[in-house]
């Protein structure tokens, strides 16, 4: 199993459309979470760090749910410039960043 | 102020020839890590380097090593070259001890190598 899964897309969506990404974990002692957002042949960028009380970054909004290991991402009114692959990152403890293989969205006009 | 910074863009080479690449930690950073990305994977974690030294180390066999100067720029280098080396190679920088080994690293644009 690895250690950090998401659903790979792709995600097609017409513009202003919600959309929500899933990503589930294996290590129940790690503490650190974060969306990371990576353009097409380009570095990942960090969008937002993910907290237990889940938390809100404009149209962004991110959930943390410890008991199922489940992190989530939820995009409101999406944007012709949302289009990315989008990370879920996980840091256990002791260990560096963890990635999932990402989820891949096409925002459409 | 100056980001990560990483040389070269890009690099073709054939198997088992060697490799360096380099990164340039964002300023005021002193924490340099490398990571692997294959084509549609996200990044894995090659080695961290803080005070010229190895901190930590993914599962990567010792083909990849890497060195941290004085003023903490870094080279990761790889040996006997095999076409899995194909990647995007990222280094990302950080403040040792700022809150960990997450959100405050930052990433260069990569070294896209390509083995024939």
């Known amino acids: 199993r690895k250690e950090v899964e998401q659903d790979p897309g792709p995600f097609n969506v017409p513009e202003g459309a919600t959309v929500a990404f899933n990503c589930t974990y294996s290590n129940s002692a790690s503490q650190s979470f974060f969306w990371y957002r990576q353009d097409c042949r380009k570095e990942p960028k960090l969008l937002m760090s993910?907290?237990?009380s889940g938390n809100e970054d404009g149209r962004f909004t991110a959930q943390l749910n410890r008991a199922s290991q489940y992190i989530s991402l939820l995009i409101r009114d999406s944007k012709l410039s949302d289009s990315a692959t989008y990370l879920c990152?996980?840091?256990?403890?002791?260990?560096?960043?963890?990635f999932g293989s990402g989820t891949q969205l096409t925002v459409l006009p | 102020d100056a980001g990560v910074t990483q040389s070269p863009t890009h690099l073709i080479k054939t198997r088992g020839q060697q490799v360096t690449l380099r990164c340039s930690p964002k300023?005021?950073?002193?924490?340099v890590s490398w990571y692997q990305q294959a084509l549609g994977q996200g990044p894995q974690f090659i080695f961290q380097y803080y005070e010229e030294e190895e901190r930590q180390r993914g599962n990567f066999p010792d083909r990849f090593s890497g060195h941290q100067f004085p003023n903490y720029s870094s080279e990761l280098n790889v040996n006997a070259l095999l076409l899995g080396d194909s990647a995007l190679y990222l280094c990302?920088?950080?403040?040792f001890g700022a809150g960990g080994s997450g959100a405050t690293q930052y990433f260069g644009p990569g070294t896209r190598l390509t083995v024939l």
């Open positions: 990152v996980v840091n256990p403890p002791l260990r560096q960043l963890t």
């Open positions: 993910v907290y237990s």
């Open positions: 990302a920088s950080s403040l």
């Open positions: 300023s005021g950073h002193d924490t």
